[in-house]
Structures are given as C-alpha cells and as structure tokens.
C-alpha cells in the first residue's frame, strides 16, 4: 500500500510546524514508521523543536535536491530522532546556507522534484508529515499538496488569520487532489486575539474540523525541545495534550476512508509542475483545474483525422503510452475500486491524444470499453468480474463459460478465440495472486485480488483442445450479516444464538457443503457474535474473513489476528495452526480444511482450544468422515475407530450447509456424533430444515416449501462441557431442557 502522506500547510505562526511535529510524534505512539519532512528551505526549524541538529555532513535534504548523479536513496537521507526510533526527519542543515536555496535552478529540475514525492509516496513509511512553505513558488512544498492523502490547513481564528485564508486557500484549493476526494481539514489553533470559530465559519464558509486551545505554556516544550503531546515538567498546561490527541484519532479515521483513493494521473501533475516551474502558478492553477473538474488537456490538432489502424495497433499504442507516463500509479490500481473508471479515462484520453481510429470498431465508447478489457487483464471476462450480481464465473472450456447469480446460472455468449488464449488468461489471473499454473503444477488455487479468488486447470491434467476449466468466485462488497442470513431463510435466529452460545463457550464446530452452499460465509457470520475479549486467529489462502471492529473513533475493539498462506514460501496452513497456538488463541479458524493441517486442527480441539472451520462435503455425516479421511494424510499408525472417537471429541457439532434447487442456502442440519464403530457413525439431529416440498410461483420458478425445526436436544455430556466453560445454567437449558448437573452420575 503507498505511503500515506498528510501535508500541514498555513500562514507563518499559524502552528503548523508545531502541529507537523506533534502529529508525527503522534502517529509513532500508534505504532507507525514516520518520517517528517521540512520544505521551507530558508532555515532549520523542524529539528529545533525536537531538540536535534543536522549537521552539514550529515545526510539532509540538500543532498537530494543537489544530486546530479541520482546516486542519494531518499528514504536514507532521513535522520531518525535520538528519542523516538519510529520517526525520522528531513530537514535542512543547521549551518546551510539559505542563499544558496534562492538560486533558482533548484527549483528547475521538474523531474528531480516529481521522482523526490512519487519515490516517498512509495517508501517503507507509513506515513510522511510535510511541514509546507507558505511561499506558494516553492515547487518542493507545493507539490506535497499534489501527492497528499490528506491536507491539514492551521488557521488562527483572527482579523489576520482571515486575511491570510482569503487570499491563499483559493490556491490551495486548486492544489489539492479534489477528484480523488483528498480532504481539506481546517484545524482551529487559537492565540491571545482569538475571536471564536463560530465567526470565521460564518464568514468564510469553512467547517472546522477540529480546535486546538490556547495555553500559552505550550511554549515551554518548543523552547525545550520536545513534542507538546510528550509533556514537559516545567508546564502545567493540561487540554492541549488531550485535545490534540482526540484530533489524531479522528484524522486517523478520515485518512482510513480515502486509503483506497487512486491519486491522479501523472501526465497531469507534469504538466501542473512544468507551469509552476515556469514561474506560473496561474496556469499552475488552471491545469489542477482541469484534472479536478475530471476534464483532460488533450493534444489538439486540427481537424487532421489520423488513418484507422487495425484493433491490436490501437490497442498497443494506448497501452504503451500508458505504461509509458503512468507506470507507478498502475502498481497501486484497485480495479476493483476507483480503479476500473481510472483506467477507462485514462484509455479515452490516449485514444484522444493520438488522434486513434480502428477498422473493426468505429464507435470511441466501444473502443474504449475493449481496450480496457484486454488492459485489466481480463478480457472477456472483465465486465462479470466487476458485475456485483455474479456469484461465480465457470469456465468449463475455452468457448463454453458460465456465470452463476442468485437467480442460477446461464451459459454466455462471448468465448476466448482459442484454448491457448483461455489458458493464457487463466495464468494472468493466478499470477495477480503470485501463484504460477503450468504444466508443472497444472493444478492450482489463487486470487485475482481481494474477495476475488480462482481454482483452475490446464493441460495436461485437461485436454489440450479444451483449454482449461475454471471456477472464479466472488465474495459479495458487503459483508453479510447474521440477520440478512435470518430473513433469507438461510437459518432461524434461534440457530444461530445456538452456535453462537457454543463457540463462545468452546464448542468447536465443522460447517459442511458443496462448493458454492456458502460455508465461509455462514462461519463468518458465526464469528462476527464472538466476544470481543476473545481472541481469534484466522488462516486462509485469500483473505475473504474481516472480523476486526471498530468504535466511533476507528479504535480497534476486539482481538483478531488475520493470517495467509503463501505457498511460494512453504507458509502452508499446518505451519500457521502451529504457529497459532504460540498466539494464545481461544478460536483458531482453519477457513477450509483441504490437508493434513486437519490432524493439528483436531489435536488443538481435543487440547483446550476452540477450532471453528469448514469442509467440502455432501452430508453432515460425510463431514466428520472427510476430516476422518485428511486425518489419515498424516500417515498415523492409529485406529480408524480411534482416530474418529478423537475427531468426535474435537468437533462435537457439524452444521451442514447446502444450496438448494431455488438458488436458496440453507442450514439443512445441525448434528452431534454419539458414537462410531467399524465405520458406523451414529449421531442425533438438534436442527434440522424439513423440505415440505416444492412450488411454482407466477413466473414459473421453482421454490422450496419448508421450515426451520429444533428436533432434538443437547447431550448431557455436551452441555456439561459448555457449563464447564462458562456457560449459564439457563441457557443451556434453552437446547436441553431437561439438563439438570445434581442429577447427572458422578464419575
């Protein structure tokens, strides 16, 4: 993920150095790597107000800005502050001299300063803090406002604070990224002749998003050399440390929402920097416009029409002019985001540009919408990956593919034009999650990205003139919750208070079901009701699960710890169990066990921790002799009648999930083993959904006809282990009622 930088920008003795200082030391305390940069060239105040000092012959800014050889790594230009090991300073030297910066050459190298902010924005720092100039013609400073995730305006609500605002924020408004929805927080920082936000809002139409309060004793830890948040002894100031830290929490929350935001073109930023460069900063101004009204400046020629070229042409002239000029912004596109609309104007605008016209297709739109499919990466298939109603894409042949919604499936009408094509896409897909398929490893599972994964085959386990056969499935933008699971007849609320009272109390469970019946997420509707105090660890090959929640400050809530496999690395599912149970965990979550990582799962139930997990299976009985089946992967010399009795006291609930006839998911039973012997499994039922039958509506399809039941109760011995843990005597009692723990034989 690129580097989040927030630039503070305001007039001289608005706060913004004390207010850049005070928020990278206080990003440090939430665990961030900062770095602070100071692009007012003229003299070093950064480092006076940290206590430090930047010797000349130590690395600073003017090493970057001077280099001619290219030879100076940026990110080891910075200094890290003797007192904080997370944060480090770019500043200029104590002893420069600041004649040589008002030689304009420096500020004359448009490349120099473009690489200096895209390389940070692509550094190992989590965040960087720009202290900003307020001279409008420093390149270095104002193209921070560019490049910014957020800008954080100070402003003194005074006669002289208004003046300043009116007559810059026009320019800083131009400056920021407004199409990308890059946030303007004004911070209210008051002084001896502060007249009250109320009246500045009023007459400059601003809202504040945060105030700061005056104590004058804040001068005591500039003079001191030390972050006002840090306190210093000889103060005895007490709001501002607490103010200042309530803003940092909500800024951290505004800069969470734009995270995903895709920065805008380079070719535009060049173009703004060339102006500005110039010395113009009004046309500096108009072109910010331009981009920030969504409109492009394109290359005019005339009326002189370019002759058509053939499809492939065009389409290697936009892409090349695109790898061209916007090379590092493709790196960070989320297609699945901003990315998609990003991308087709980037492809409109170079078809623009380049005066293109192609033989087989005349109308732009359309050109540009193919273009774009054969750019994402995707081709055909692009316009159903990015379609919120597929569930899934099957690809059972080069010329033969389907996609699955929630009304069923139908077979479309676009194809690859050949085996080699599908099999060449298939590769770019499990690539985009660094998982190479080839006739080596012909058989393999990946993502495409987030929420978005692949199963796939190719020869020679598949007929050359086949191709390959593919299953791409979706996960829905929205996370589902228990009650849309309630009133999609999916499950009763009573189910899930069940299940959710059983893991709580550590009950570990299995869900079964066929690809596609929606076992992840109905285990992740499960886990969203765990208590926050309890700590879960999840392991799957693609992130789907996100259990993490946050309070109204975007304060992290409960105890979650997500976890990936990585097969190119040997990180495999039963090193992550093993390393698990080094977390102390009290719910290990296996998303779906496929392997012997089943034999270390069933060790850990049988051993104190909670496991909640999922299988492929086509019946609730089947479900604990597939765990039965990966157990025995382990090469034990164990029993089968052993190894079962061990799995039935490891998992003592399996809750099979299916998808019905209707396109429906149901929890069709909920089951507790009693015994097992010479392959004979017994078990009685708690749940189960009755299928009365099967109906026609007006439209001629098919539904389910059935209910919901509870058809049995606990076993006593199951409900004694949940009062074991911790569970209440009267809830228990809900799903046995008969249950009475004075009664039961002491053993």
Not at 402 to 416: L, P, Q
Not at 642 to 650: K, Q, Y
Request: proline share 3%; aromatic share 8%; with cysteine.
């Amino acid at each position: 993920m690129a580097t989040k930088i927030i630039s503070v920008c305001g007039a001289n003795g608005s706060g913004k150095t004390t207010m850049a200082v005070n928020l990278a030391t206080a990003l440090t305390q939430t665990g961030s790597v900062v770095g602070l940069i100071q692009t007012e060239l003229a003299y070093p105040s950064i480092q006076g107000f940290l206590g430090m000092r930047i010797e000349e012959n130590k690395p600073n800014i003017k090493n970057i800005l001077f280099d001619t050889t290219g030879k100076y790594d940026i990110e080891q230009q910075f200094q890290q502050y003797p007192k904080n090991k997370k944060l480090f300073v770019l500043s200029v030297s104590n002893y420069i001299d600041c004649l040589t910066f008002a030689d304009k050459h420096v500020m004359d190298d448009i490349q120099s300063v473009h690489k200096f902010w895209m390389n940070l924005r692509l550094s190992n720092f989590d965040y960087i803090i720009v202290d900003c100039d307020n001279d409008v013609n420093n390149l270095l400073s104002t193209l921070s406002l560019f490049y910014s995730s957020a800008v954080v305006e100070m402003i003194k609500p005074t006669v002289q604070g208004m003046n300043y605002f009116r007559a810059f924020e026009p320019f800083i408004n131009k400056m920021v990224n407004r199409k990308a929805n890059t946030p303007v927080m004004y911070v209210a920082n008051a002084d001896e002749n502060y007249f009250g936000t109320s009246r500045f809002e009023r007459e400059t139409g601003i809202k504040f998003f945060a105030e700061l309060p005056y104590d004058k004793e804040c001068k005591d830890c500039e003079n001191a050399g030390i972050p006002v948040i840090e306190g210093y002894k000889g103060s005895i100031f007490k709001n501002y440390p607490k103010h200042f830290n309530d803003f940092v929490k909500k800024l951290m929350k505004e800069i969470t929402s734009v995270t995903a935001r895709i920065h805008f073109s380079l070719i535009i930023q060049i173009q703004v920097v060339r102006q500005m460069a110039n010395g113009n900063v009004f046309n500096a101004i108009y072109f910010a416009d331009k981009q920030n009204a969504g409109t492009y400046i394109e290359k005019k020629d005339g009326n002189k029409k370019s002759e058509a070229k053939p499809y492939y042409e065009c389409l290697n002239i936009v892409r090349s002019s695109i790898s061209n000029n916007h090379a590092s912004d493709l790196a960070n596109l989320d297609l699945a985001n901003d990315g998609e609309r990003i991308l087709k104007n980037l492809i409109s605008k170079y078809i623009n540009q380049n005066n293109l016209s192609c033989t087989e297709i005349s109308d732009q739109n359309e050109l540009t919408e193919k273009i774009f499919d054969d750019m994402a990466g995707f081709g055909i298939l692009t316009s159903y990956i990015f379609n919120d109603t597929v569930e899934e894409i099957n690809i059972n042949a080069w010329n033969d593919i389907e996609i699955v919604t929630s009304n069923g499936y139908r077979k479309i009408d676009e194809s690859f034009n050949s085996p080699e094509e599908a099999v060449s896409m298939v590769k770019k897909m499990c690539a985009s999650g660094d998982v190479t398929i080839d006739a080596s490893t012909p058989v393999r599972d990946s993502y495409i990205f987030k929420g978005t994964r692949i199963s796939a085959m190719i020869p020679p386990v598949i007929d050359e003139e086949i191709g390959t056969v593919a299953s791409i499935r979706r996960q829905k933008k929205d996370a589902i919750t228990p009650e849309m699971l309630i009133n999609g007849g999916s499950v009763i609320k009573e189910e899930l208070e069940f299940l959710s009272m059983s893991l709580n109390n550590g009950i570990s469970l299995a869900i079964g079901g066929a690809t596609g019946s929606g076992k992840t997420t109905f285990l992740g509707c499960l886990l969203t009701d765990i208590e926050d105090s309890k700590r879960i660890y999840t392991i799957e090959d693609s992130r789907e699960l996100n259990l993490i929640k946050y309070d109204t400050d975007g304060k992290i809530i409960n105890r979650v710890i997500h976890t990936k496999t990585n097969e190119g690395s040997n990180t495999t599912q039963t090193e992550l169990l093993k390393q698990s149970l080094r977390q102390d965990p009290d719910i290990i979550v296996p998303a779906e066990m496929r392997g012997e990582e089943a034999w270390d799962a069933q060790e850990a139930g049988r051993t104190g921790h909670t496991i909640a997990t999922s299988l492929h299976t086509n019946s609730p009985e089947e479900t604990y002799t597939r765990i039965l089946t990966l157990c025995q992967e382990k090469g034990t010399n164990l029993s089968e009648d052993l190894i079962m009795r061990m799995i039935m006291d490891a998992f003592p609930l399996v809750v099979f999930i299916k998808k019905l006839k209707d396109g429906t998911r149901r929890c069709m039973k909920i089951i507790e083993p009693t015994s097992y012997k010479d392959g004979d499994l017994k078990y009685h039922t708690i749940y189960q959904f009755v299928i009365k039958g099967w109906e026609k509506d007006e439209t001629g399809k098919v539904k389910v006809k059935g209910e919901h039941k509870r058809v049995g109760d606990l076993s006593d011995k199951l409900a004694m282990r949940m009062l074991e843990n911790g569970a209440e005597l009267s809830d228990i009692q809900k799903y046995s009622p008969n249950f009475n723990p004075e009664k039961l034989e002491v053993v």
